[in-house]
């Protein structure tokens, strides 16, 4: 599709409205019926602006800078939630994918590494951690994180996940420009769907709003057992719908939230009853991308297309 620059382009004219009972079945390999995808996210914070997220307010109110308690809430992340995550991950044998700020690559550099060397699959998730909107360059930001990972990784990345899922109305554009394939922020829908854009189509890959914990712990105050009662629910429902096409879910976290002490088994309990079932596959983003866009091939070679 081919739209005028300078035009506004509406979500309803990158993604048309499908109706998930029309569409043809999607089948996975092997007989499996259910896609999850784990997503880490790991990101820098920078202390000289206001913290994207708090867990205390300032006996004063506003928005102090340095706000030391509010850093370093996220900063233990790092230091140690992720290390707590990974483990269980390995015990799980779960490759996942890291959505990492460009900037986080050289300042938490042992979690790029520990992540390479598991063959995760790393996805741009803005330079830093800030609101695409407020971002003074956007081209130039998305070309930041992009060589970013290409510099540590030796690959560009194929997926995008903007920080806090914020866009531009120029953002799907841009990304295609740059050689991306797939972009997360677009959560509506079970099954992967075509996003048009100026010059190519994306993919749009399901994510994760509610079965989120920045959504459920730093948002809605919920205890750490709605993580595992949430993700379950979740799993469970999806694993019935796909009994006759397939379902991709997806789960996330954050190291300074599932990582901390009194959250981990939640996290752990999760998991290990997703993994209990069988006809369950957990792939990274461009894996479900690129199975999808073969799935859509052979439909429309089926169809006589």
Known sequence: ??????????????????????????????????????????????????????????????????????????????????????????????????????????TYQPIARAALERSWEFIGHG??????????????????????????????????????LTETWDTPDILAEQGYDYLCDWVLDDQPVVLQTRSRPLVSIPYTQENNDVAMIAVQHHSAREYRDRAIDQFDQLYADAKDSARVMALVGHPYLMGVP????????????????????????????????DSQAKIQVAAGR
């Open 1 to 106: 599709m081919g739209y005028q620059e300078n035009r506004t382009v509406l979500p309803g004219e990158r993604i048309p409205y499908s109706a998930i009972p029309d569409r043809p079945k999607l089948s996975l390999p092997d007989g499996a019926r259910l896609v999850v995808w784990f997503i880490m996210n790991v990101e820098e914070w920078n202390p000289r602006e206001t913290l994207p997220r708090t867990v205390l307010s300032p006996p004063a109110g506003g928005s102090p800078i340095p706000d030391i308690p509010n850093w370093a809430w996220h900063e233990y992340g790092n230091r140690v939630g992720f290390w707590r995550m990974l483990e269980v991950l390995d015990h799980f044998r779960i490759r996942a994918v890291l959505a990492i700020n460009g900037s986080a690559i050289r």
């Open 262 to 293: 009194h959250r981990l088994r939640y996290f752990r309990e999760a998991l290990e009853h997703i993994t209990s079932h069988p006809g369950v596959v957990f792939w990274t983003g461009e894996q479900i991308r690129d199975w999808f866009l």
């Open 127 to 164: 330079f830093g951690q800030k609101n695409q909107q407020a971002v003074l360059d956007e081209r130039a930001n998305i070309i930041q994180a992009t060589e970013a990972i290409r510099d540590f990784t030796g690959r560009a990345p194929r997926g995008w996940l903007g920080p806090g």
